[in-house]
């Protein structure tokens, strides 16, 4: 069975310094990765995805994250956070050897970035 | 704006009570996904339909059902609801196997 932990329920950053957001899986067979955004009252915005090739992604906003098959993580990264990057951020997995498309999303990391 | 639409946007019913959550996905998207999102339960995977069949179940109660219709659309059937049906349901859609974009969500209270 697939799954994915996001360790942290919320992360504050200080503007203009370097962001992190956690996040590893488990599956059987090779992971198809996403990451998707949520600000209050609207729906999840894709953000990027991982499906095979480069091991660092580049998505929308400035943001990347990097593939570790070693540690099973995909951690989300962006180099100079900004006061809008203030969300919800969730990790998504897919089992590539699954017959379904189903997903499983991560719980959320809430990301605060301080003025 | 990701081009998948749901109405209504908010909902208000009561216990007991029958509602029906409607979703148009992308233009040439054949897949349509419904997803639950409570504060305890994080984003739960209901149900997924692929050019009009089902494809894929999740934690879907017995008392929710759906349907996709020939011109892709899909509906969200909610019966016998109960107060812990209060959540947003969101629909994604995408093409065959590719990346899920999400509707805005419909606000279910149950009161």
């Known amino acids: 069975a697939q799954s994915v932990a996001q360790p942290e329920d919320q992360v504050n950053v200080a503007e203009g310094n370097p962001l992190t957001v956690k996040c590893t899986y488990s599956v059987s067979g090779n992971p198809y990765l996403f990451w998707y955004v949520q600000y209050p009252n609207r729906g999840l915005q894709f953000l990027l995805k991982?499906?095979?090739?480069?091991?660092l992604v580049k998505g929308s906003y400035g943001f990347e994250a990097e593939f570790n098959k070693s540690q099973t993580s995909f951690h989300l990264k962006k180099p100079s956070a900004l006061v809008s990057d203030s969300a919800l951020y969730f990790c998504?997995?897919?089992?590539?050897?699954?017959?379904?498309?189903?997903?499983?999303f991560g719980k959320g990391t809430r990301l605060h970035i301080l003025p | 704006d990701s081009g998948v639409t749901q109405t209504p946007k908010h909902l208000i019913t009561a216990t007991g009570q029958r509602v029906t959550l409607r979703c148009s996905p992308r233009?040439?998207?054949?897949?349509v996904y419904w997803y639950q999102q409570s504060l305890d339960q994080g984003l739960q995977f209901l149900i997924q339909?692929?050019?009009?069949?089902?494809?894929a179940k999740g934690n879907i109660l017995e008392r929710f059902s759906a349907q996709q219709f020939p011109d892709l659309h899909s509906e969200l059937n909610l019966s016998s609801l109960e107060l812990g049906d209060s959540a947003l349901y969101f629909c994604?859609?995408?093409?065959?196997?590719?990346?899920?974009?999400f509707g805005p969500g419909t606000r279910l209270l149950v009161l």
């Open positions: 339909y692929y050019n009009g069949e089902e494809r």
């Open positions: 994604a859609s995408s093409v065959d196997r590719g990346t899920q974009y």
């Open positions: 233009s040439g998207d054949l897949s």
């Open positions: 991982y499906i095979t090739g480069d091991n």
């Open positions: 998504a997995v897919r089992d590539l050897r699954n017959r379904d498309d189903k997903i499983i």
